[in-house]
């Protein structure tokens, strides 16, 4: 059985295989990947998603739009992820269809009953939370169902996309399972995710945390005084134990809740799964997540 490593391709706006095939645009780097272990060369694949791009902030180029009305089939997230959707459909060919990835993964919604909040949880009540991909239980539920569709469009190949869903589906399976074992030493009363924003809904459920999302960590505005300090008694309260930025952070509130509780800043997290030159594919950066919550929230060496 061949086997392969999960791995993006970070060049933005590249067509990453030859002509004459089947087209297929794709959204997410996540999205890549999977479209490129599925299909083996098969289909062209073209990623529109810039490097460095903010998932929340863009919207495909004209350049993209082009690319996209001569492809057979658009990949997404889905889930209100990319908020042009709507726009984008209006705007493509009949013949062209959207496939959202997670559009059969079951939703996790954004919940004050089951969170946390610092400030201000009205906002965010009933909001579905897109951020899937980090239950690797959700992306190998994708995956199936994205070979499904893949079969449609390359008939022919049918059995090899059919295998090649199923040795990923089965690389999925066990990178769930080490998570399983890795967080087993993180204790239940220490399993507080504080980050930036409510990003990590479907890890919390999976791996059974708490999510704490603080307004401000990833911002370059500063936010209030009266937020800040109820942030900080917030914290204290729950007797968090770490915080995690992303890779983004905004250093001077990080040492202000540093300076203020004590409490330990983790290395910075992953959100988006958009990787870089030391940390790249989806395993990798689901096993630099997890490693990194163990490392601040496991016991100590002297415990």
């Known amino acids: 059985m061949k086997k392969y490593l999960f791995i993006f391709l970070v060049t ?34 073209f990623s529109v998603f810039p490097v460095g791009g903010d998932l929340h902030e863009f919207e495909p180029s004209p350049g993209d739009m082009v690319k996209m009305q001569e492809a057979v089939m658009v990949i997404a997230m ?24 997670g559009r059969l993964v079951p939703s996790v919604k954004i919940d004050p009953a089951n969170a946390i909040f610092a400030c201000c ?4 009540h009933g909001s579905i939370d897109p951020h899937w991909w980090h239950s690797p239980l959700a992306v190998r539920r994708a995956v199936r169902y994205l070979g499904r569709e893949l079969e ?5 190949h049918k059995a090899e996309i059919r295998e090649r869903t199923g040795e990923v589906m089965a690389e ?23 980050t930036a924003h409510a990003a990590f809904g479907y890890f919390c459920v999976e791996y059974n945390f708490q999510a704490i999302p603080v ?11 009266s937020y800040l300090a109820e942030t900080i008694d917030t914290l204290k309260r729950e007797n968090i134990k770490a915080v995690f930025p992303e890779t983004k952070a905004n250093d001077a509130i990080l040492k202000s809740l540093n300076e203020a509780t004590g409490i330990r800043l983790g290395q910075s997290l992953y959100a988006d799964f958009i990787g870089n030159a030391d940390v790249n594919g989806y395993a990798n950066l689901f096993k630099y997540n997890v490693n990194n919550l163990v490392k601040a929230l496991g016991p100590s060496p002297s415990e």
């Open 215 to 225: 307004k401000g960590i990833n911002d370059e505005r500063n936010p209030s005084p």
């Open 121 to 124: 949880p009205a906002h965010s």
């Open 78 to 101: 889905g889930k209100h992820l990319e908020s042009y959707l709507d726009r984008l459909q209006e705007n493509l060919p009949e013949s062209v269809s959207i496939y959202e990835a």
């Open 152 to 156: 449609k469009i390359l008939p022919e």
């Open 172 to 194: 999925l399976k066990d990178l769930n399972e080490w998570a399983v074992k890795e967080l087993a030493v993180i204790p239940k009363q220490d399993r507080k995710l504080v």
């Open 12 to 45: 933005c706006s590249v067509v990453l295989s030859a002509a004459e095939k089947p087209l297929v645009v794709t959204l997410h780097p996540l999205l890549t990947e999977m479209v490129l272990r599925l299909t083996d060369g098969e289909v062209e694949v």
